[in-house]
């Protein structure tokens, strides 16, 4: 299974940015996708998840009602829109494909593509 993330750059605070994981190879529609970010020095943090079958989602209580994950089934894409972002939420930005349930635990998310730069300026 290979992961691309697209769609990060520089956005002012309040505004919009809108990343999309395209997935390829070996993927079964049992898999659980999953957004994480990470700022340098600091853990890996949960941003949210969506179970590919029935679109179960899961969101950490620091996006709830900002961020919207999705998935596309003809795109083969997982889509996170990221609304009234905060300085807060710079990071870089990376999506997972994992086999088991939808979770924040990154330890169960079995490929992980390249990360894209979201940066929010106040």
């Known amino acids: 299974v290979q992961l691309q993330a697209s769609g990060g750059g520089l956005v002012q605070a309040g505004g919009s940015l809108r990343l999309s994981c395209a997935v390829s190879g070996r993927f079964l529609n049992t898999y659980v996708m999953g957004w994480f970010r990470q700022v340098p020095g600091k853990e890996r943090e949960f941003v949210s998840a969506i179970g590919w079958r029935f679109g179960t989602t899961y969101y950490a209580d620091s996006v709830k009602g900002r961020f919207t994950i999705s998935r596309d089934n003809a795109k083969n894409t997982v889509n996170l829109q990221m609304n009234s972002l905060k300085p807060e939420d710079t990071a870089v930005y990376s999506c997972?494909?994992?086999?088991?349930?939808?979770?924040?635990?990154?330890?169960?998310?079995?490929?992980w593509g390249q990360g894209t730069q979201v940066t929010v300026s106040s």
């Open positions: 997972a494909a994992g086999r088991t349930v939808v979770t924040n635990n990154p330890t169960t998310y079995d490929y």
